[in-house]
């Protein structure tokens, strides 16, 4: 008995009827909606409904800016658009969405999402869509951060590259979920997540889901971590560990600086002294080409500070903070245990640093006073990923760029993400990748391109189609 299958989709109410039509009797039968006609990647992004969401999650980015105490974001305000996107299809309203809004902190959600596969039929995760963004000062942008503005391809505003884009690109992938009902063999789960952009404050967002057992079920199947760039897979990242060195030595007037202790001179040839002992200890690692690593361990300076005073004024301390990324293959807690034995090398013998000039000197014998340095370390620090590169997960994904692109060309590098090294560690398949744009990853004038979140839908139904067949 010959049939053929045609289908009217009504966009608007989301509301999908198949309906064969049989040869032999010519009577139409309605199909439940759960049954969909064609493979999932087959869909393509709904860019009016994307840009519409990116707009309302970038209209939000100014109470969404992470660096306490002076920024502390309220990541409910982008939570309430994603909501919005999905509750239509939930199981509340009759859809086949299971959502959960998730707060450890008031104003400071997370969002769980499930589209059900069969029972038993195995699970998979994109998880890390991250609903904070990292400052910005509209003094120094061209177009205003807060608020989307489109130019062609380009899509404007704080967040749109790292990580808003990615919020609604996942909010869309699962309102397509919701709206067509594809019958799939795996469950497939969405996790957005408060908290990404400052690992000083914990008890948010990712660490706590995982602390209390929420994202144990993900674990049988490969876990998409969603925060990268550039559109290809991010094989791997660095550790960071922050740090902070301050050189203490005597307040002088600047005329007479053979009487004074410089700390700033100080500190400035301790830290010099200390990444020449980094390189050292920590070089290029063999593993790093096989991951195409852009870069090596580092140690740098970021920021450098004193108490104040006059210019005439040799302060009596000054400090620098900066940070070491580290690639996966060394042990973070093996870099802090150098670091430390550095300045304690340092402050047993300090004539060993250079000085500078004829007056500088980091010892006054006569006063009996010397220079002195102290490192301290920021609470929070995180390891660095490498990913399993023979698992299932990393094959889909390869396999999944390839139709998409053309190709599949991974790329590592030391920015780090939270948490995805603990997840690895208890077995969880981590993969991760991005679309947004890594050259303007925390900068100013951050954008991202349509196209390459039309490309990423892609790819991502394409992942959720090869886990079904």
Same mark, same amino acid.
């Given at each position: 008995?010959?049939?053929?299958?045609?289908?009217?989709w009504d966009?608007?109410?989301g509301l999908?009827?198949?309906?064969?039509?049989?040869?032999a009797a010519?009577l139409?039968?309605?199909?439940?909606?759960?049954?969909?006609?064609?493979?999932l990647?087959d869909?393509?992004?709904?860019?009016?409904?994307? $840009?519409?969401?990116?707009?309302?999650l970038?209209?939000?980015?100014?109470?969404?800016?992470?660096?306490?105490?002076?920024?502390?974001?309220?990541?409910?305000?982008?939570?309430?658009? $994603?909501?919005?996107?999905?509750?239509?299809?939930?199981?509340?309203?009759?859809?086949?969405?299971?959502?959960q809004?998730?707060?450890?902190?008031?104003?400071?959600g997370?969002?769980i999402v499930?589209?059900?596969?069969?029972?038993?039929?195995?699970? %998979?995760?994109?998880?890390g869509?991250?609903?904070d963004?990292?400052t910005?000062?509209?003094?120094?942008?061209?177009?205003?951060?807060?608020?989307?503005? $489109?130019?062609?391809d380009q899509?404007?505003?704080?967040g749109?590259?790292d990580?808003?884009?990615?919020?609604?690109?996942?909010a869309?992938?699962?309102?397509?979920?919701g709206?067509?009902?594809?019958?799939l063999?795996?469950?497939?789960v969405?996790?957005?997540?408060?908290?990404?952009?400052?690992s000083?404050?914990?008890?948010?967002g990712?660490?706590?889901?995982?602390?209390?057992?929420?994202l144990k079920?993900?674990?049988?199947?490969?876990?998409?971590?969603i925060?990268?760039?550039?559109?290809q897979?991010?094989i791997?990242?660095?550790g $960071?560990?922050?740090?902070?060195?301050?050189?203490?030595?005597? %307040?002088f007037?600047?005329?007479?600086?053979?009487?004074?202790?410089?700390?700033?001179?100080l500190? %400035?040839?301790?830290?010099?002294?200390m990444?020449?002992r980094?390189y050292?200890?920590?070089?290029?690692?063999?593993?790093?080409?096989?991951y195409?690593?852009?870069t090596?361990?580092t %140690?740098?300076?970021?920021?450098?500070?004193?108490?104040g005073?006059?210019?005439n004024?040799i302060p009596?301390?000054?400090?620098?903070?900066?940070?070491?990324r580290?690639?996966?293959?060394?042990?973070?807690?093996?870099?802090m245990?150098?670091?430390?034995?550095?300045v304690?090398?340092?402050?047993?013998?300090?004539?060993?640093l250079?000085?500078?000039?004829p007056?500088?000197?980091?010892?006054?014998?006569e006063e009996?006073?010397?220079g002195?340095?102290e490192l301290?370390?920021?609470?929070?620090?995180s390891?660095?990923l490498?990913?399993n590169?023979d698992?299932?997960?990393?094959?889909a994904m390869?396999?999944?760029?390839?139709?998409?692109?053309?190709?599949?060309?991974?790329?590592?590098?030391t920015?780090s993400?939270?948490?995805i090294k603990?997840l690895?560690?208890e077995?969880?398949?981590?993969?991760?990748l991005?679309?947004g744009?890594l050259?303007?990853?925390h900068?100013?004038?951050?954008?991202a391109?349509?196209?390459?979140?039309k490309?990423?839908f892609q790819?991502?139904?394409?992942?959720?189609?090869?886990f079904?067949?």
């Open positions: 008995l010959q049939t053929t299958l045609k289908a009217d966009i608007g109410f999908q009827t198949a309906i064969y039509f049989c040869t010519h139409p039968y309605s199909l439940p909606c759960s049954i969909i006609i064609m493979s990647k869909s393509s992004l709904d860019e009016e409904k994307f $840009v519409a969401l990116l707009g309302k970038v209209g939000e980015a100014k109470h969404l800016q992470n660096n306490p105490p002076e920024n502390i974001p309220v990541e409910d305000r982008a939570a309430r658009h $994603v909501l919005d996107v999905l509750q239509p299809y939930s199981e509340e309203n009759g859809g086949p969405l299971r959502i809004h998730v707060s450890y902190v008031e104003g400071r997370n969002i499930e589209y059900p596969g069969e029972p038993g039929g195995g699970i %998979m995760s994109f998880v869509a991250h609903m963004v990292v910005a000062n509209p003094e120094t942008w061209s177009w205003d951060p807060f608020s989307l503005s $489109v130019e062609g899509l404007r505003g704080r749109t590259t990580c808003l884009g990615h919020v609604a690109l996942l869309e992938l699962f309102r397509t979920l709206q067509t009902r594809p019958k063999k795996r469950t497939v969405g996790v957005w997540i408060a908290n990404e952009e400052n000083k404050i914990l008890g948010i990712v660490d706590e889901l995982v602390k209390r057992g929420l079920h993900l674990l049988p199947g490969p876990l998409y971590w925060d990268t760039a550039d559109s897979p991010c791997g990242t660095g $960071v560990l922050a740090w902070q060195l301050t050189a203490y030595g005597k %307040m007037h600047s005329g007479l600086p053979h009487k004074s202790v410089n700390p700033v001179e500190v %400035m040839e301790a830290l010099s002294d990444q020449a980094f050292r200890d920590f070089p290029p690692h063999p593993d790093e080409a096989k195409s690593f852009a090596p361990s %140690m740098k300076p970021t920021q450098l500070s004193y108490p005073g006059s210019i004024q009596g301390e000054a400090t620098i903070c900066g940070d070491c580290i690639t996966p293959f060394y042990d973070i807690k093996q870099v245990s150098k670091l430390q034995s550095y304690e090398d340092l402050n047993s013998n300090l004539k060993q250079p000085t500078r000039g007056c500088s000197k980091y010892e006054l014998p009996d006073l010397r002195r340095l301290k370390f920021f609470d929070s620090y390891p660095g490498a990913c590169l698992s299932e997960g990393y094959h390869c396999s999944a760029f390839t139709q998409v692109y053309g190709q599949c060309k991974p790329f590592a590098i920015g993400l939270p948490c603990e690895q560690d077995g969880f398949d981590v993969q991760t991005g679309f744009k050259s303007t990853y900068a100013v004038n951050e954008y391109l349509l196209s390459d979140f490309k990423g790819v991502l139904t394409t992942l959720v189609d090869q079904n067949k």
